[in-house]
Structures are given as C-alpha cells and as structure tokens.
C-alpha cells in the first residue's frame, strides 16, 4: 500500500512539471538565500549571459548563420531550454515570489525568501525575457492570422485538429503580450536606481499591479493548457496528452487558489490588526 502510495506520488511530481519545480526551487532558493543576497550582481550576469546565448541561437536560427546549435551541447542546452520553457523555472519562480507574499513573515524560512524577493524578481526578469522573446516571433503572428481567418489558418494548418483548442491556446499567446508589457514595468522599476527616482510612494503604486499580473499569469497558464489539452488529444496518444493537461491545470489551480486564499486571509488579519491599533490610539 505504502509503495503504490509512494509510485502514486512520484508520477504525479513527474507528470505535474509546474508543482514539482516550484516545491524543488523554494528549497533552492531558501538554501541560496544568503548567497544571492550577498552576490545579486553574479547571479544577475550568469542569467544575463544566458538570456545573450539564447538570443544568439534564436538569430542563428532565424538567418542561418551558423550550423551550431547551442541546446545540442550537454547540460548549457538543459540550462538555456529550462530559461525558454516557463514551466520549469520561470513560472514557479514566479510564484515563489507571489506566495512569499501571502505567508508569514515570522517564520524563518519565510523571511529568508521575503529578504531576497527584490532579488528573485530581478532574476524571473531574464527567462521571461528569453520566453517571451520567442513566444512574440512565432506565436503571436500565428495568433492574429488564426483571429482574422480561423478556416484559412486551419486549411493551411493539418496539425490543427482542434479549432476549439487553437482559440484557447492563441488567446493565451495573446495575453501574453499584455503579460510582458506588464511584467518589464514592475521589472524596471525593481532596480534599485529606478526605485530611487520614483520615490517610495509611487514605486509602491506601480508594485500594486502585481497582482493583476498574478490574475493574468494564472489566465494565461490555464487558456494554454485546456487548448494544448484539446488538440493533442485529438492527435495520437489522446488519453495521456488529457491526463497530463488534467494534471497541469490541476497544479495550477492548487497554487494560486490556495495563494488566494492566503493572500485574503492575511489582508483580513491585517485590516483586524490596524483597526485594535486605532481604537487604542
């Protein structure tokens, strides 16, 4: 009972890449914590070096330059694959520093991640980058061309088995933009020479936008996964491509709703607490 309960756990962990990588990189961070700190600046230049590599390969690829292929080396093609692709770092970093947010900052643990969060967000900046960089050049030209003629696009198109399913997932590549220009202005304004020149009040207004982007991260995430969900199960292999877009969606119900939850939560407590504040005042 106990092993089919352990093999239960380690496939849903394999199959829920998003869940898994969020639970790995908080220990990571939590263990870096003082080291980031200490070193922003390294960490800073060594995903900043990535970000250049993958915009080296991406022009390679776009204008044939070269016949190197960066992500065919072992472990840097990993490394610069991981920054692309969200699920794997990007996006649970992302919600590391959205749920830090929602917990209490008493806690030792917590207080390790709240200390780097400016840190972290700087950080998240440079996969997003990377992502978003390639999302923008195929997806979101795709996107518009299925918008203004959805029975050309899937004339044209025979590995589109779903229109349904191409409509989810082409809002999401479309939100997206929406996302990125979101995101680079809470990310500029994370620097510590632009936080300077805002002023504290008005940083913190611009920071508060925070929050629609954690409202459009899940929409996006979830747009994607029910439209990837419903076109590859048309394809072969149907019922695995549904279990794991089940999964997926799942994931991500499970952190942001429980961050919700939280989130109001400690709002509650908050307002609770100014209020005996002001009536001993």
Same mark, same amino acid.
């Given at each position: 009972?106990?092993?089919?309960?352990?093999?239960?756990?380690?496939?849903?962990l394999?199959?829920?890449e998003?869940?898994?990588?969020?639970?790995?990189?908080?220990?990571?961070?939590?263990?870096?914590?003082?080291?980031?700190?200490?070193?922003?600046? %390294?960490?800073?230049?060594?995903?900043?070096?990535?970000?250049?590599?993958?915009?080296?390969?991406?022009?390679?690829?776009?204008?044939?330059?070269? &016949?190197?292929?960066?992500?065919?080396i &072992?472990?840097l093609?990993?490394?610069?694959?991981?920054n692309i692709?969200?699920?794997?770092?990007?996006?649970?970093?992302?919600?590391?520093?959205?749920?830090?947010?929602?917990?209490?900052p008493?806690?030792?643990?917590?207080?390790?991640?709240?200390?780097?969060?400016?840190?972290?967000?700087?950080?998240?900046?440079? &996969?997003?980058?990377?992502?978003?960089?390639?999302?923008?050049?195929?997806?979101?030209?795709?996107?518009?061309?299925?918008f203004?003629?959805?029975?050309?696009?899937?004339?044209?198109?025979e590995?589109a088995?779903?229109?349904?399913?191409?409509?989810?997932?082409?809002?999401?590549?479309?939100?997206?933009?929406?996302?990125?220009?979101?995101?680079?202005?809470?990310?500029?304004? %994370?620097?510590?020479?632009?936080?300077?020149?805002?002023?504290?009040?008005?940083w913190?207004?611009?920071?508060?936008?925070?929050?629609?982007?954690?409202?459009?991260?899940?929409?996006? %995430?979830?747009?994607?996964?029910?439209g990837?969900?419903?076109?590859?199960?048309m394809?072969?292999?149907?019922?695995?491509?549904?279990?794991?877009?089940?999964?997926?969606?799942?994931?991500?119900?499970?952190?942001?709703?429980?961050?919700?939850?939280?989130?109001?939560?400690?709002?509650?407590?908050?307002?609770?607490?100014?209020?005996?504040?002001?009536?001993?005042?």
């Amino acid at each position: 009972m106990v092993r089919l309960l352990f093999e239960g756990i380690v496939y849903l962990l394999g199959q829920a890449e998003f869940i898994s990588s969020f639970i790995i990189l908080t220990f990571i961070v939590i263990l870096l914590s003082k080291s980031i700190k200490r070193h922003a600046r %390294s960490y800073y230049w060594f995903f900043g070096i990535i970000s250049f590599l993958i915009l080296l390969q991406f022009l390679n690829g776009l204008f044939h330059i070269s &016949p190197v292929n960066l992500y065919r080396i &072992p472990v840097l093609g990993k490394i610069l694959a991981s920054n692309i692709h969200m699920v794997g770092f990007g996006f649970p970093l992302l919600a590391i520093i959205m749920y830090v947010g929602a917990l209490n900052p008493k806690r030792p643990w917590v207080k390790k991640i709240l200390n780097i969060r400016k840190e972290l967000s700087i950080i998240s900046g440079f &996969p997003i980058l990377s992502h978003s960089l390639i999302r923008i050049t195929y997806n979101f030209t795709d996107a518009l061309k299925f918008f203004s003629d959805k029975d050309a696009y899937m004339a044209q198109n025979e590995w589109a088995k779903s229109e349904m399913g191409i409509s989810f997932s082409n809002a999401g590549y479309l939100l997206g933009i929406v996302l990125f220009v979101l995101f680079m202005i809470l990310w500029i304004t %994370s620097f510590d020479s632009i936080h300077q020149k805002l002023g504290k009040h008005k940083w913190k207004r611009i920071q508060r936008w925070s929050y629609l982007l954690y409202a459009l991260l899940f929409v996006h %995430s979830i747009l994607l996964h029910i439209g990837w969900m419903m076109s590859r199960s048309m394809g072969e292999g149907g019922n695995e491509h549904i279990v794991q877009g089940i999964i997926a969606i799942a994931s991500t119900v499970l952190v942001f709703g429980s961050y919700l939850i939280l989130r109001i939560r400690k709002a509650q407590k908050d307002s609770r607490k100014k209020a005996r504040v002001l009536l001993h005042s």
